[in-house]
Structure formats: structure tokens, C-alpha cells
């Protein structure tokens, strides 16, 4: 670990002396893979936890390379015994739960409120948000100016720790004349500054008329 521009040595409770077969990292997480003790360190941003040989609910032995997923998930590679994942929320970086809504199923013009529901699991985190209009042709136009280009429509976002909000107003908007057919919003929340997924894709469907 680089700290001022000094290496410094890190130290695992639990995680013996021993050569490294590899390391991966993901948002606010890390894993180690030990090359003697087949054990392996993850990190969740907070706290270092080691699974190795002594515990009965890991099964994996001659650990060889690590993955961190663009989800979070935790990938361990063997020489003779294929490819595991570990079920563990050491990694996980999707820790917000969003659902959207409108405040009808058809249109024929006037105004839409769009609104959505919001969980935070665990700890706080910055996220960008990102919402999108799917026309009746599968296209997908990125809210605010309609684009093509993914952009986030709102950025760095502080979601406290363990927060539930509900009915928080997204858009209020008068709608243009629109082709007939069946609409989509899409909103998700990405990991500030990043494109790693810190939430569901929540969608919502509605007609114009």
C-alpha cells in the first residue's frame, strides 16, 4: 500500500506470513489469495476477513487467482478443481434498491410525474444517477437533453447509511406529442465517477395515446 508516496506493510489478522498468488480489487474491496495456506483475505472497505482449509464452509483448497467481478462478486480460480464463487457480501457493491414509478399508465399529453423508491443497505455511499426513456423502437435516450449518450442526470450524490425514501420526485414534466405506442423509464445509480453498478435497473412501463 502507497501512503505520501511510502510503501507501508500490510498486516491481516489471521492471514499467515506466506508468498502471494494474486490479488484483485473492486469498489471498496479487495481480495488476496495466499500461495501456502490456500487461504483467502477479502476486504470490504472496512475489515479484513480470511476463509481458509479450517473452515467447514469453505471447501476450496490450492487456491491459485482471484477476480473481482463488475458487480462485486468474487471469483477463485484452482489448478485441478475449476472455478468458484464465493457467496459473500465482501464484495458487493450493489447495496441500493430502486423502483420507479409514474403517476399514471397512460397518456395523451399534459404532465408526468415520475418518482421513484430508494434503499440504502449498510454504509453511505456517492453514487451518479442515471435515467433513461426507452421508445416504443428499443432506443434508449438518456434524460436531461434526450441523448443517446449515457449521461448521468445527477452526480455525486451523498446516500446516508440505512436510508429509505419513498415517493422522491424525479420529474415533473409537461410531455411533447409522442408517437403512439409503449414507453419504458429506466433509472440506476452508479458508483460516483465510475461505470460499476451501485443499484438495481429499476423500470416502469407507460403508454401514449
Excluded at 111 to 134: C, N
Aim: charged share 20%.
Amino acid at each position: 500500500l502507497v501512503d505520501d508516496d511510502e510503501f507501508m506493510k500490510i498486516s491481516i489478522p489471521g492471514f499467515a506470513e506466506q508468498p502471494i498468488n494474486d490479488i484483485d480489487t473492486g469498489p471498496n474491496c479487495a481480495a488476496i489469495v495466499g500461495g501456502d495456506s490456500d487461504q483467502i483475505a477479502l476486504f470490504d472497505g472496512d475489515n479484513w476477513v480470511v476463509y481458509g482449509p479450517s473452515d467447514d464452509s469453505f471447501p476450496i483448497s490450492d487456491l491459485l487467482c482471484t477476480a473481482i467481478d463488475h458487480s462485486g462478486i468474487i471469483w477463485v480460480g484452482t489448478p485441478e478443481d475449476g472455478l468458484w464463487r464465493l457467496d459473500t457480501d465482501a464484495g458487493s457493491s450493489i447495496s441500493t434498491q430502486l423502483s420507479i414509478v409514474t403517476d399514471r399508465k397512460k397518456y395523451s399529453g399534459g404532465e408526468m410525474r415520475v418518482s421513484i423508491d430508494l434503499t440504502q443497505e449498510g454504509k453511505s455511499k456517492t453514487a451518479d444517477f442515471y435515467l433513461a426513456a426507452e421508445l416504443p423502437s428499443g432506443d434508449l435516450l438518456f434524460y436531461p437533453g434526450f441523448v443517446s449518450k449515457m449521461t448521468p442526470f445527477l452526480t455525486e450524490v451523498e446516500i446516508p447509511a440505512d436510508t429509505h425514501i419513498e415517493d422522491y420526485e424525479l420529474l415533473n414534466l409537461t410531455l411533447p406529442f409522442l408517437s403512439p405506442g409503449t414507453y419504458h423509464w429506466h433509472v440506476a445509480c452508479m458508483n460516483a465517477g465510475t461505470t460499476e453498478f451501485g443499484s438495481n435497473i429499476a423500470s416502469c412501463e407507460w403508454q401514449f395515446e
